[in-house]
C-alpha cells in the first residue's frame, strides 16, 4: 500500500503532544536545527505547563486542548508523543491514521498486543512509527557500533553480558507529582523499573551487537507506593538469540545511587564497558579493548573522546 505521507519540505511542522518532563529533551534539537524543524502546535491539556514549553520558542506556537482540534486546524508533518505510557498507544495510532509519522517516547505501548497493532497499522499506512530510543544516537554508541560491526577481530560475537539500572524515582516524584506520579502506577506505565528506565540499556545491547532477546527468568520486588504490578526492583537472567547470555540488576528505590547505569559486554576478542567516572553522573561514555586487533592511528583520530 502507498504511503499517506506527504512530500515534505523543511523545515518540517512538528507538534508535540504533551509537554511534561520528557519534552524538555526535544528543545535542544528544535533550538538548534531552526531549518530543519520548526515547533507546530502543542497539545496539552496542562494550558500552564504548554504556554511554559511554546515560550522558550521566537515565534509563536499554537496550543490546543484537544488532539481533535489540532488535527483539524494545525499544519503538522509529524509528531512527537511525550505522555504517560498509557496514552501512548491510542494517540499514536490516531496520528498514523491521519497520516503523521511519530517519534513515540519509549515504550511504544503498555502490552505486547497494542505494539504489534501499532506496528501492523504502521505497515499498512506505510506511515512511520519510531521508538524514542536516543541513546542510539549518541556519538559513542554509534562509534562503538561501527567497531563491533567493521571487524569480527575487534569484539566478536557477545558471550556474556552485565547490566545495572539503578535510579531514586522517589525523589523525583516526591518534586513532580507525589507518590500519586503515573510512574509509580503500573496501569499508566505499562510495569516499573524495567520498562521505564533498563530498557535503555536493554535497547543499547541490542543496537550494538545485532542480537536479540528470547529467554528471561526474573523475579521482582513491589514495594510501596509502587502499585498495580510496577515493579520496584527486579533482576533477570537473560539469554539471547546467538546464546550470549547475561543479568540484569534494576531498582527504582536505590536511597544513595553512586551512578544509574553500568554496561559491560564481554565478546569472543573484545570487551566493552559503559560506567560513570564520578559519583552523582549519569552515565559514562563506552570504552572498549581487544584481545586481538588494536585501533588504527586513523580510527582514534576519528573517534576521539573514546
Not at 10 to 38: E, K, N, Q, T, Y
Not at 242 to 270: D, Q, W
Request: charge should be neutral; proline fraction near 6%; include cysteine.
Amino acid at each position: 500500500m502507498s504511503s499517506k505521507v506527504p512530500p515534505l519540505t523543511l523545515p518540517l511542522r512538528i507538534a508535540m503532544i504533551g509537554s511534561g518532563a520528557v519534552s524538555r529533551h526535544h528543545f535542544p534539537a528544535f533550538r538548534d536545527r531552526p531549518g530543519v524543524i520548526r515547533l507546530s502546535a502543542i497539545c496539552e491539556k496542562n494550558p500552564q505547563a504548554a504556554s511554559a514549553f511554546a515560550a522558550q520558542f521566537p515565534y509563536p506556537v499554537p496550543i490546543f486542548g484537544e488532539l481533535d482540534d489540532l488535527l483539524e486546524k494545525a499544519k503538522v508533518d509529524a509528531a512527537l508523543v511525550v505522555l504517560p505510557h498509557n496514552l501512548h498507544f491510542p494517540v499514536a495510532s490516531k496520528l498514523v491514521g491521519e497520516g503523521i509519522p511519530v517519534l513515540v517516547e519509549k515504550p511504544l505501548a503498555c502490552s505486547l498486543e497494542e505494539t504489534r497493532a501499532l506496528k501492523r497499522l504502521s505497515s499498512e499506512t506505510g506511515v512511520p512509527v519510531v521508538a524514542g530510543q536516543m541513546l542510539r544516537f549518541a556519538n559513542d554508541v554509534i562509534w562503538l557500533k561501527e567497531w563491533v560491526s567493521k571487524d569480527a577481530g575487534n569484539f566478536g560475537a557477545l558471550r556474556t553480558f552485565d547490566i545495572q539500572s539503578w535510579q531514586n524515582i522517589l525523589a523525583y516524584v516526591n518534586s513532580s507529582g507525589g507518590l500519586k506520579h503515573w510512574l509509580l502506577d503500573g496501569k499508566a506505565a505499562g510495569g516499573g523499573v524495567v520498562v521505564s528506565l533498563a530498557v535503555h540499556q536493554l535497547d543499547l545491547i541490542r543496537f550494538i551487537t545485532g542480537d536479540d532477546f528470547v529467554e528471561a527468568t526474573a523475579w521482582g520486588r513491589f514495594d510501596s507506593p509502587f502499585r498495580n504490578g510496577a515493579e520496584s526492583c527486579a533482576l533477570a537472567l537473560l539469554k539471547m538469540t546467538k546464546g550470549a547470555c547475561g543479568v540484569l540488576h534494576s531498582t527504582y528505590i536505590g536511597p544513595r545511587v553512586p551512578y544509574c547505569e553500568a554496561l559491560t559486554m564481554f565478546g569472543e576478542n573484545g570487551t566493552i564497558i559503559q560506567h560513570a567516572d564520578d559519583i552523582g553522573q549519569y552515565r559514562g561514555v563506552f570504552q572498549y579493548a581487544s584481545a586481538t586487533n588494536k585501533p588504527t592511528q586513523e580510527w582514534n583520530d576519528q573517534h576521539e573522546g573514546f
